[in-house]
């Protein structure tokens, strides 16, 4: 599983169960100032009903909200978000985190994993959380 597949699969499931198409810049702009978008609203599929994916969405906000993944909060912002730790044979976990925000009118999606680093919610989750900030504020304006 790649940090990009479950970014859409939290992705996914703010959306209410339709897979949107990714894509790394929202927009290009050329050194004259104009801009053209890259961005698009097309999906990619349907893979859950919009009944499961809000189910799971309440399930990933209690996780932010008194669960594993607090380290996550942001004032002011709900966000939905669920811890994954990934062990090994031998060495330390690596460490997961896959979040969206904020939950109510989903904005931004983002999975942070850190290799050999230990417990998703204690090392990518406030990560996660940094991400969010940003982009939030950079969508704002």
Avoid at 22 to 34: C, F, Q
Avoid at 96 to 114: D, E, I, K, Q
Wanted: charged fraction near 15%; include cysteine.
């Amino acid at each position: 599983m790649t940090p990009m597949r479950m970014a859409l699969v939290g992705a996914t499931i703010a959306s209410g169960g339709t897979t949107p198409r990714p894509y790394l810049a929202r927009s290009l702009r050329a050194s004259n100032g104009r801009s053209r978008s890259l961005a698009s609203n097309a999906s990619l599929a349907t893979p859950i009903s919009s009944d499961v994916a809000a189910q799971v969405k309440v399930l990933m906000e209690a996780c932010v909200a008194r669960g594993t993944g607090t380290a996550a909060q942001i004032k002011g912002v709900k966000v939905a978000g669920k811890t994954g730790t990934a062990t090994l044979a031998t060495g330390r976990p690596h460490a997961w985190f896959v979040a969206f925000a904020p939950s109510g009118a989903p904005r931004v999606a983002v999975a942070v994993v850190v290799e050999h680093a230990g417990y998703g919610g204690a090392i990518s989750a406030p990560i996660a959380r940094q991400v969010l900030i940003a982009a939030l504020k950079r969508i704002k304006t």
